[in-house]
């Protein structure tokens, strides 16, 4: 269908004016005076509306052109708009009803709440909000390719269905094609006869493959989708969210953090320079001072403080927490959220975990508690990013797979890459959709993915 995106009459005006043009669209809005009726057009490859003009005596409107809802096609002529708000609008010379939309559209108001609109995934996206949103991830998204693209890393694809668990902590979606029959003696059993001969899952990471990629073409991410059987209920975790994993060969514990540093910097600057009016529209209706909040990032150091600072810190703070504060004890969100709002208002690398609550692959400090890890954490969200130094010692690292009862045999290939050509190495993980929430200021994870899916939710 020969048409031109409302975007560029609305980014570049002074191509079109005087100009025939067709336009296709949802209507935002219809309004009508005595003479004239106005349509607010979006097709949406923009935020803002197009608007349309129509001489009600000179042209007919057809049944259903002033619903919101319906899609339209426009022909008319482009003109200098006399509305201070915009600098263009199209005068209408024929509509063409494309798809009407009945009165009980749901999506009526032009801000509806968005736990109602959660309840309808597939038409939540036409909103303002979620054009906005989305159009965020796709920008934050592009930036983060172009982030690794130009600095030489290479992309690669690690596997979705894999045997072996990164992140030891259990929360691994198994995938079957047999249900369980008690004709199989012992699970070991039942794990044979399946599709793979073995026990198989939906991957929590790419990791391992990374630094598998990583010892062969020195710097590599991945950026695709990651599983978490997650029990909790909450507004941070996902059962499905993409993952950006860079694999670091050569680099240390430091080399890494600047890394992280330099890359969320790039990415958030982009997302300002990319999307503007989406920041503002964000900024109005969501979160005030979400464009300040942004360009301090790009502009301010990010803090660092060890993780026994840390625990001083929060014990020092006279604040009743829930879950008390120990050395040993894991940072749970009400701590994190004390140390980013109350404390920094920044974002905040906590490095050096005691090792017992970290995962296997962790490079050991010579002290022999903690390891050369850090989490990114950053004000209203928590932690965005997961970041370790990787164990390159294999009598180190064959220790830490026996010390969690981990099956060896799933690590063995991970093991080989210590035993031939070793080198230090680092990585991390950025939830994109964590990174968004900060980005958008959405308090909720499911409202920066377009079908999010989560304990008792696949809709
Ligand atoms: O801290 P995590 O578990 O680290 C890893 O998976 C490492 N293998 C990363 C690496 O070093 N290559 O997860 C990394 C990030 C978290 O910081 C968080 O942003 C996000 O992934 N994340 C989730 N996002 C949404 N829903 C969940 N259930 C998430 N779990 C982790
Ligand atoms: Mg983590």
């Given at each position: 269908m020969k048409h031109t995106d409302v975007k560029a009459i609305l980014c570049e005006p002074e191509l079109f004016f005087d100009k025939s043009v067709t336009v296709c669209g949802w209507?935002?809005?219809?309004?009508?005076?005595?003479?004239?009726?106005?349509?607010?057009?979006?097709?949406?490859?923009?935020?803002?509306?197009?608007?349309?003009?129509?001489?009600?005596?000179?042209?007919?409107?057809?049944?259903?052109?002033?619903?919101?809802?319906?899609?339209?096609?426009?022909?008319?002529?482009?003109?200098?708009?006399?509305?201070?708000?915009?600098?263009?609008?199209?005068?209408?010379?024929?509509?063409?009803?494309?798809?009407?939309?009945?009165?009980?559209?749901?999506?009526?108001?032009?801000?509806?709440?968005?736990?109602?609109?959660?309840t309808l995934p597939h038409l939540r996206v036409r909103t303002n909000t979620f054009n906005a949103i989305f159009r965020v991830r796709s920008k934050l998204s592009y930036a983060i390719h172009r982030f690794f693209q130009e600095r030489g890393y290479m992309y690669v694809h690690t596997p979705i269905i894999t045997g072996s668990d990164c992140e030891g902590a259990g929360k691994i979606f198994k995938v079957t094609t047999?249900?369980?029959?008690?004709?199989?003696?012992?699970?070991?059993e039942y794990n044979a006869a399946d599709f793979f001969g073995q026990s198989a899952g939906l991957t929590v990471s790419g990791q391992l493959e990374g630094e598998v990629m990583a010892t062969a073409f020195g710097k590599i991410y991945t950026f695709g989708p990651t599983f978490r059987a997650e029990n909790s209920n909450t507004t941070r975790h996902a059962a499905e969210f993409w993952q950006i994993e860079p694999e670091v060969a050569f680099a240390e514990i430091d080399d890494i953090i600047g890394i992280a540093t330099e890359f969320i910097k790039f990415i958030i600057a982009e997302v300002l320079k990319e999307c503007p009016e989406e920041i503002s529209f964000l900024e109005k209706y969501y979160e005030k001072g979400l464009r300040a909040k942004l360009q301090k990032v790009v502009d301010d150091e990010?803090?660092?403080?060890?993780?026994?600072?840390?625990?001083?810190?929060?014990?020092?703070?006279?604040?009743?927490?829930?879950?008390p504060v120990e050395w040993g004890c894991d940072l749970q969100t009400e701590h994190e959220r004390y140390l980013t709002?109350?404390?920094?208002?920044?974002?905040?690398?906590?490095?050096?975990?005691?090792?017992?609550?970290?995962?296997?692959?962790?490079?050991?400090n010579p002290d022999g508690k903690t390891v050369a890890a850090t989490d990114l954490l950053v004000p209203g969200v928590g932690e965005i990013i997961g970041c370790s130094e990787r164990e390159a010692d294999s009598k180190k690292l064959l220790q830490a797979i026996k010390d969690r009862g981990m099956k060896m045999s799933d690590y063995e290939n991970y093991l080989d890459l210590r035993k031939f050509g070793t080198v230090p190495h680092s990585g991390f993980g950025l939830g994109l959709e964590r990174i968004l929430m900060y980005a958008t200021g959405m308090g909720n994870i499911r409202d920066t993915i377009a079908f999010p899916r989560a304990k008792d939710e696949l809709r």
């Open positions: 209507i935002k809005s219809y309004r009508d005076s005595k003479n004239m009726a106005f349509i607010a057009l979006n097709d949406g490859t923009t935020l803002p509306h197009l608007q349309v003009v129509i001489d009600k005596g000179a042209i007919q409107i057809p049944e259903g052109a002033t619903r919101a809802g319906s899609s339209v096609k426009i022909d008319g002529v482009a003109v200098k708009s006399l509305n201070a708000n915009q600098a263009i609008e199209v005068n209408a010379e024929k509509i063409t009803l494309l798809g009407d939309c009945p009165a009980d559209y749901p999506i009526q108001k032009a801000k509806t709440s968005l736990d109602f609109l959660r047999i249900g369980y029959d008690p004709k199989y003696k012992s699970e070991e990010f803090v660092r403080v060890e993780y026994t600072e840390a625990i001083e810190i929060l014990k020092k703070s006279g604040k009743q927490f829930v879950y709002d109350v404390v920094y208002n920044k974002p905040v690398f906590v490095v050096n975990y005691p090792k017992d609550l970290k995962s296997f692959y962790m490079k050991q």
